[in-house]
């Protein structure tokens, strides 16, 4: 938890077993348009999908004991709700062209009434990424500011705000921090700070890159008296 507090993320090795997280990428390609065979069909260097099933490999890691240890470890026991999928998952081709979401931000994180997602300094959620495939550092892994989260609570306020808009102040704000990539086997996750800037990049290899990137809920929107490895950021 001390590299956690000072770097805003902490990977954990092996959720699952590397065959789980196989299983669960083979059922992803069913989903899309272009095939695993076949490069001439890796047309965008893009393609969103996404799971929201907790089926039969989803279920494993949404459900796994090493992750939950880890979650409970960061958030406190009882302190983020186990009941999530994996939501939103981009799959990232090698391609000519850079893709259109590879600027510097952090997520929505505090639910508006209608519907929408803000920023603020008190999220309502953390950031989990699951490697679903090989990511080294060509493989488009994602990029990290370390310790960026220490930055935000004096770039943001309580009064949500769009995250486009906060996207040019996030950056700027962040821009003189060191960088690492979140990179790994499958099956391997990275609990992210909700403050933790990061940004996508492009695939550089020859082979499509799969992770999930997944919100995971708070029992409250975080603030000073919240979990300590989460409220550092506070003091």
């Known amino acids: 938890m001390e590299s956690f507090i000072r770097d805003g993320y902490v990977k954990v090795p092996a959720v699952v077993p590397r065959e789980v997280a196989e299983k669960a990428c083979a059922r992803l390609w069913e989903r899309i348009e272009p095939l695993p065979d076949d490069p001439s069909t890796w047309t965008q260097p893009v393609v969103w999908t996404a799971d929201l099933t907790r089926e039969g490999p989803f279920g494993q890691i949404a459900t796994s004991e090493v992750l939950a240890r880890a979650l409970d470890a960061v958030a406190g026991p009882g302190g983020w ?3 999530f999928t994996l939501g939103n998952i ?23 009434q209608d519907g929408r997602w803000a920023v603020s300094t008190r999220p309502h959620t953390l950031l989990l990424l699951t490697l679903l495939s090989d990511v080294g550092p060509d493989d488009a892994p994602t990029r990290i500011r370390i310790g960026s989260h220490h930055d935000l609570p004096r770039i943001l306020s309580e009064e949500p705000m769009d995250p486009f808009t906060a996207g040019p102040l996030v ?17 391997d996750a990275y609990i992210c700070h909700p403050f933790l800037v990061h940004a996508a990049q492009r695939n550089l290899t020859g082979r499509p890159r799969f992770m999930a990137q997944t919100p995971i809920l708070l029992a409250e929107p975080l603030g000073p008296g919240g979990p300590p490895a989460l409220a550092a950021v506070y003091s």
């Open 171 to 187: 950056d700027a704000g962040t821009s003189d921090r060191p960088l690492a990539y979140a990179t790994g086997e499958p099956g």
């Open 81 to 83: 709700s186990p009941k």
């Open 90 to 112: 981009p799959v990232r081709f090698p391609h000519a062209e850079a893709s259109n979401d590879d600027g510097w931000h952090i997520d929505a994180s505090v639910p508006l």
